[in-house]
């Protein structure tokens, strides 16, 4: 604590991000993509003029804002691009939520939102899930300042359909419903065809899963052009150059692959309900999931036990130490070998 923090900052709980282990671990604990980048990204990286370093990217990102809103249906005014998805979501909580109604969101979701509400003095209002631990889409209410969830949900894995989100937008018209796809490639399903019909929806998604770059930080949201001009409005008093010339040409590469992109997030989704099929026979409870994590719990052993003994036989997953996660463990789809050593160091821990 220092004497020139302000008192706000004084206040201030960061977002604690997973563990970067220097030592070598399976690294299983911050949803990480376990496959390379599409080859294209390779060759353009080896292929980058270095000399276009020297000047400032498009300020605008129309390069790769153009090869998103090709992939996804929209005119490339109905996109916007940034440095990961954190901070495009930091970005729409600045330009829609700052206002005395309070925003809803579910009390278990990304832990990042209530980091931006006391960042961004929004008033927060956490809803329940329901009893099978889904969004309870129903519980949001239309005199609500905004709402958001990550659809699927994390770190929970269960997401709703189209339609369900299409009856929650019929609902709520008065303010911006901000819904968070980063897992969505793997068994989700996308709400960016309602953005058509629904001025009021963003949605917003990331490089960092399904297109293994997690470390180039790029994400992107998707909305009507009003939305999309608000985001604008916010980054330019901000940083006018939200993307890097590097990044944005990677990106482009990595969507140009389609059949990497579906060969990785098959192979992902085949380990995931392999591997919960083996956990449940060690005695876990795993629940339903439409991401690249299982989220886990023992009714006799202690999550905490578990996550010690995973990390002594060199295994990192995650363990939130929240009242409600408490009791559950958090582990990413890795390769079918690294799942074989996860439950195999989870079979005497069991046991
Ligand atoms: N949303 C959710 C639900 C996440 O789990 C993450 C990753 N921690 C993000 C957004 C942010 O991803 P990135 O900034 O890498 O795009």
């Known amino acids: 604590m220092s004497k020139f923090w302000s008192p ?36 353009a990286l080896r292929e980058f003029p270095v000399d276009h370093l020297r000047r400032y990217p498009d300020p605008e990102s129309r390069a790769l804002r153009d090869a998103l809103a090709k992939e996804f249906g929209v005119e490339p005014e109905q996109v916007f691009v940034g440095n990961g998805s954190d901070e495009v979501l930091a970005l729409a909580f600045q330009a829609f939520f700052c206002h005395d109604r309070p925003l809803e969101m579910p009390e278990i979701t990304y832990s ?34 905004g709402v958001v969830f990550a659809n ?48 009021n929806l963003l949605v917003t998604g990331t490089f960092s899963k399904s297109r293994s770059l997690a470390g180039l930080r790029l994400g992107y949201a998707v909305g009507s052009r009003e939305l999309i001009e608000g985001l604008e409005r916010v980054k330019d008093s901000f940083n006018s150059y939200p993307i890097d010339s590097l990044a944005s040409t990677l990106g482009i590469a990595a969507l140009a692959d389609h059949d990497h992109f579906e060969a990785c997030r098959e192979a992902v989704i085949t380990t995931r309900e392999r591997t919960r099929g083996r956990l449940e026979e060690l005695g876990l409870r795993v629940l339903p999931s439409q991401t690249n994590f299982l989220l886990v719990s023992h009714p ?6 578990l996550f010690v003994g995973l990390r002594e036989r060199g295994i990192l997953v995650r363990h939130f130490n929240t009242d409600t996660l408490r009791d559950f463990l958090r582990i990413s789809i890795g390769t079918e070998d690294e799942m074989d050593s996860l439950v195999e160091a989870l079979e005497p821990l069991c046991a």
């Not at 699927?152 to 359909?161: L, Q, S, V, Y």
């Open 152 to 199: 699927p949900n994390a770190p929970t894995g269960h997401g709703h359909d189209r339609q369900a989100i299409a009856r929650l937008l019929s609902r709520i018209t008065g303010s911006v419903v901000l819904i968070d796809e980063a897992y969505v490639d793997f068994g989700g399903e996308s709400a960016i065809p309602l953005v058509a019909e629904h001025p």
């Open 8 to 43: 706000k900052l004084r206040e201030l709980t960061p977002y604690v991000p997973g563990e970067q282990p220097r030592e070598r671990l399976i690294k299983l604990n911050t949803n990480e993509n376990p496959y390379p980048p599409a080859p294209g990204v390779e060759t």
């Open 300 to 305: 006799d052993i202690d999550a905490a036990q």
């Open 112 to 145: 990042f939102y209530p980091v931006y509400c006391r960042l961004y003095d929004v008033t927060r209002r956490a809803l329940p899930l329901d009893d099978q631990w889904r969004v309870d889409l129903d519980a949001f209410s239309q005199e609500a300042g």
